[in-house]
């Protein structure tokens, strides 16, 4: 019993010593606090990635308008230059080399509209080429827009129309891309990117008509396809998507087939616009029937 006291008054001190002591004081508060330091550094870096990706989708629709503005083959008969489909081309190409992993034409798409005269003094959209896979259309309207009379007032915002002047013509690009955030919807959803330019044609050249066909009806890029096909895509690769393409639509009927069994397919709609349209092989998509 005589020992009892002893041990009580060691116990309040090492009691009393240790309500004292803060030497660990910080490191608790830094643990409350790292998660939402990282949180803040994490969004940080997905809102500059936005900023960067937002930034490069502005350069690319700028050098795409200003590489059309420059294009074609001189013809010493009509002492202007001739531009051609595969030149066309050449320009999505140039695109999609800039935007590197970004995946221009699989998560997005360009328009590339000529804005010329028409007879009539007016505005037209005197040839349009499209590449992308996302099913997304000129907000101007398609090719042929204002063939005749004045009521096509050009393209542009609201307010800031850009016309065409007598004897030349407007490259315009309208460019979609939708961002895929990096840390997946934790701070953000995905969000469509938009961008527009336009560059004045710089020499000479042969207006008034469409460019000429000198490319396979597979690589010519009209605008009622929704592909990612370029110059370096081999014809094989371009005959299984088409053949890919073909089955899931013969398949995709109301039975119980396994449909995504089929070669290339990649679900039933397009992984940018659900519910819009069907894709195969990262190549082509089709608008979904209305």
Request: net charge negative.
């Amino acid at each position: 019993m005589a020992g009892k006291p002893g041990l009580i008054d060691r116990t309040r001190k090492a009691a009393g010593a240790l309500r004292r002591d803060r030497s660990g004081l910080a490191l608790i508060e830094f643990a409350f606090s790292l998660p939402i330091f990282i949180g803040l550094g994490f969004y940080g870096v997905e809102i500059s990635n936005l900023a960067i990706t937002q930034m490069k989708m502005s350069q690319i629709a700028l050098n795409m308008a200003d590489n059309a503005s420059r294009i074609g083959t001189l013809n010493s008969n009509l002492g202007a230059k001739v531009i051609n489909e595969q030149q066309i081309n050449d320009v999505f190409q140039a695109a999609s080399i800039q935007a590197g992993a970004a995946g221009l034409y699989q998560d997005g798409r360009t328009v590339l509209s000529s804005l010329e005269v028409n007879a009539s003094g007016g505005q037209t959209i005197m040839w349009q080429r499209c590449k992308g896979m996302a099913i997304e259309d000129s907000d101007y309207g398609p090719q042929g827009t204002g063939s005749t009379g004045t009521g096509f007032p050009g393209m542009g915002p609201a307010g800031d129309k850009i016309s065409a002047t007598t004897g030349t013509a407007v490259m315009y690009v309208e460019l979609t891309y939708t961002y895929h955030p990096l840390f997946g919807t934790m701070f953000m959803e995905e969000k469509e990117l938009r961008q527009e330019a336009a560059y004045t044609v710089r020499d000479a050249r042969e207006i008034g008509k469409e460019p000429t066909n000198n490319v396979a009806p597979a690589r010519q890029s009209t605008c009622d396809k929704y592909d990612a096909i370029l110059p370096q895509t081999s014809d094989a690769q371009i005959a299984s998507a088409q053949a890919a393409m073909s089955a899931a639509q013969n398949g995709g009927d109301d039975d119980d087939d396994d449909d995504e069994d089929l070669p290339g397919y990649s679900g039933g709609n397009n992984p940018n616009n659900p519910g819009k349209g069907l894709c195969v092989a990262g190549l082509i998509c089709t608008k979904a029937e209305t």
